[in-house]
């Protein structure tokens, strides 16, 4: 569907509740929601067995309201909900939302019931949340069309979606309320029939009140997954960072997801690289969610990448700074100005080792505002934690959270809290004289383990560092050149099935990727004379689409050093074959010296449509799954990602006296492998090379398999 208008269905004037009863508990919620949370639009109780519900007049049927509300919610029972659908539809509703359940999690009928959701509401032109599904909660509006517990939201500038509506509202609000952590919008999509989570997250970037973006994930709908990286895009220029808790990693919750929601969980891996490549933030748990979200809402984005440390305990500036080094964080040293001042010993009752992180001392508490200009002043340092080894409440504490807050106020650059002490008073109390409460209320991100505020540390840095990648490569990414797509295309239009190697490499050169020299042979004599024309040493091999992987059959001799070698390699290949494999040749090629092993190769994902994934040869891929994944088209500073993050990228440098390889043909070699998954994604299911010879002069594309799906098939 094209891109709608959710403003009908997110911010309504006027709504009518078909299924209006006290009896029903997610009617009843619902209607006390609306009615507590403030909706000062016009509401609508639809039943036409009931005269009234808590007071509010009841209406027999939607054909009977005085006007054409802007949202129907519909808590009827899963067997009415189809028809009570197309009354809203005909009678020119623009928007439905669907709390009732039993559809794409409930079975096929289900599944076919969901189907024919989605027509409905492309027929008559609605948006629809759900189903199968909690609510929404619109804080700016306000609207609290949901059907949840009663629960105060503050208002803030986050907003959320999730597929989970239980997740939402007991796993991310519950405890963000408790956190005074502030939501402009929650949404809880459900099995998302037909509008789902690029659809909201469109929507967000758009809206003014929203400044950071959350997810509970699931799962995206098939071929959603380019949908959702184009709205990523939008809000990275926008500047809205996007946090994704996203479930389904193992095989066991990856079924469970399908049995909760119907939706495809599709493959982890993929998922991660797309979320790194679009700068999406992905977390591990639902209160990191909420918890680093808010660290964005309250902060200005970094300038760069100095983070200083200032702590009242040695031990925990020295957690956050081992934290900082395993994962590549910078911790500028003081400068010369910062050591001097410290040095003189007037804010320190004791002086030991300057440095970052900064050993204040608890002593060094009372003088935050001078500790945290030198900090502030200094251009070097773009991020500053403070870590806090004391008591949290009492008037000290207090006067160390207004400190704090006040120095916030006065610079651009992100200052957040790791507070570690009781929060109760001498006699085991609460007290209002609560500073960590006091951070929690205020514009001051504050954390209370270390582990936490070093996700917030790392998020907020890695974010500053995409924005900065993804301003460079702003606009289109440039195909590489002399490609002939569409000889490439009239090459594979009548081939089915498993290209042989000769035709993948034919296929291959359309995209101006190099391969050996090489002969196809009809037996061993024609064999033994193109070895002669190549040079010794050579490969021999069977040509057959019947053998993708040549090795494991037996089909494949490498370092053949003469003529008689030549035959016998062929005569014993041959032996091992199977009567019914289909033999078209004997493949003679040149040996490629001084390269090392990388597999470059492409395959469709469900969600995302064709992903390229990259590797070195050998134990590296066979072994420790050792290998890099993109969704093209994929530029070239991309590629060379993809490269550096392997954990064998040394050993394409050089080591034992042997060249580096050309990790710039690699690069190519990549690129061009993404464009042609994308030019031929209705024609090719896989293709890899394995191995890519990358020598230091070029690259050569030796074993080649290609896998062709069905004409005019979606990727």
Not at 292 to 307: H, L
Not at 473 to 500: E, H, M, N
Request: charged letters at 20%; proline letters at 6%; hydrophobic letters at 45%.
């Amino acid at each position: 569907m094209a891109v709608q208008d959710l403003r009908p269905l997110l911010a309504p004037r006027s709504i009518a509740i078909v299924g209006a009863s006290a009896s029903n508990p997610y009617a009843s919620r619902l209607i006390e929601n609306l009615g507590n949370g403030g909706f000062d639009g016009r509401v609508y109780l639809i039943n036409p067995r009931q005269a009234s519900v808590g007071g509010l007049p009841c209406h027999p049927s939607i054909e009977a309201l005085p006007e054409t509300p802007d949202l129907a919610i519909l808590v009827v029972p899963q067997r009415a909900v189809l028809d009570v659908l197309e009354t809203c539809g005909r009678r020119g509703i623009p928007a439905a939302l669907i709390i009732s359940a039993g559809f794409g999690e409930a079975g096929d009928a289900g599944r076919e019931a969901q189907v024919e959701i989605r027509r409905i509401a492309e027929a008559h032109g609605m948006v629809v949340c759900g189903p199968n599904c909690l609510g929404i909660a619109n804080v700016r509006a306000p609207a609290m069309m949901h059907s949840y517990t009663g629960l105060p939201v503050p208002r803030g500038n986050l907003a959320l979606v999730s597929q989970s509506g239980a997740m939402a509202f007991a796993s991310v609000l519950s405890p963000a309320a408790d956190r005074g952590v502030g939501f402009a919008m929650v949404v809880s999509s459900g099995n998302e029939a037909v509008i789902d989570t690029p659809d909201y997250v469109r929507h967000f970037v758009d809206d003014p009140d929203v400044r950071v973006i959350a997810s509970l994930l699931e799962g995206l709908r098939p071929g959603r997954g380019r949908a959702f990286l184009d709205v990523a895009a939008r809000a990275a220029d926008a500047g809205k960072p996007i946090l994704v808790c996203k479930v389904g990693r193992s095989e066991v919750g990856s079924r469970q997801v399908v049995s909760h929601t119907g939706s495809m969980t599709g493959s982890d891996a993929v998922y991660d690289a797309a979320f790194a490549q679009a700068g999406v933030i992905r977390v591990p748990d639902p209160d990191d969610l909420f918890e680093i979200a808010s660290a964005f809402s309250r902060c200005a984005e970094p300038r760069g990448e100095g983070i200083a440390i200032l702590s009242t305990s040695g031990g925990l500036g020295v957690v956050l700074a081992d934290k900082c080094g395993v994962h590549g964080l910078e911790l500028p040293p003081l400068s010369a100005e910062a050591a001097e001042r410290l040095a003189k010993g007037d804010m320190f009752l004791v002086v030991g080792d300057l440095g970052n992180p900064l050993d204040m001392r608890g002593q060094g508490a009372q003088h935050l505002h001078e500790l945290l200009d030198l900090f502030i002043r200094d251009d070097r340092y773009h991020l500053i934690t403070v870590a806090l080894g004391l008591p949290a409440v009492g008037e000290r504490a207090v006067k160390i959270a207004r400190d704090l807050i006040e120095m916030a106020g006065k610079t651009d650059k992100p200052l957040i809290v790791l507070w570690m002490g009781t929060r109760l008073d001498p006699a085991g109390r609460p007290t209002d004289l609560d500073g960590f409460r006091l951070l929690e209320t205020s514009r001051v991100p504050v954390f209370s383990s270390p582990d936490k505020c070093f996700k917030a540390m790392q998020a907020l840095v890695g974010y500053h560092r995409f924005r900065q990648r993804h301003a460079e490569r702003r606009g289109a990414v440039a195909g590489p050149a002399g490609i002939d797509a569409s000889a490439a295309r009239a090459f594979v239009a009548d081939k089915r099935g498993t290209l042989d190697e000769v035709e993948a490499r034919t296929l291959l050169a359309f995209y101006g990727i190099a391969g050996p020299r090489e002969h196809l042979a009809r037996d061993a004599d024609e064999a033994a004379r193109a070895a002669k024309d190549i040079g010794y040493p050579v490969a021999v091999k069977i040509v057959s689409p019947d053998l993708p992987h040549k090795t494991e059959a037996g089909a494949v001799a490498l370092g053949v050093r003469d003529e008689a070698a030549v035959r016998e390699a062929c005569e014993a290949m041959l032996a091992r074959q199977r009567p019914e494999t289909h033999v078209r040749g004997l493949l003679v090629q040149e040996m490629i010296a001084d390269g090392r092993e990388v597999i470059v190769g492409a395959s469709q994902d469900p969600q995302f449509g064709p992903v390229v994934t990259c590797g070195l040869g050998g134990v590296f891929v066979e072994v420790l799954r050792d290998v890099q994944r993109r969704i093209p088209p994929i530029d070239a500073g991309e590629a060379r990602s993809m490269i550096a993050a392997l954990a064998g990228a040394a050993t394409l440098g050089e080591f034992r006296g042997r060249p580096a390889a050309s990790v710039d043909a690699a690069v190519d070699v990549i690129r061009r492998i993404g464009q042609l998954a994308l030019d031929l994604a209705d024609r090719i299911a896989e293709v890899e090379i394995n191995p890519l010879m990358v020598t230091p002069t070029g690259a050569i594309a030796v074993d080649a398999v290609v896998v062709l799906g069905a004409p005019g098939a979606q990727p």
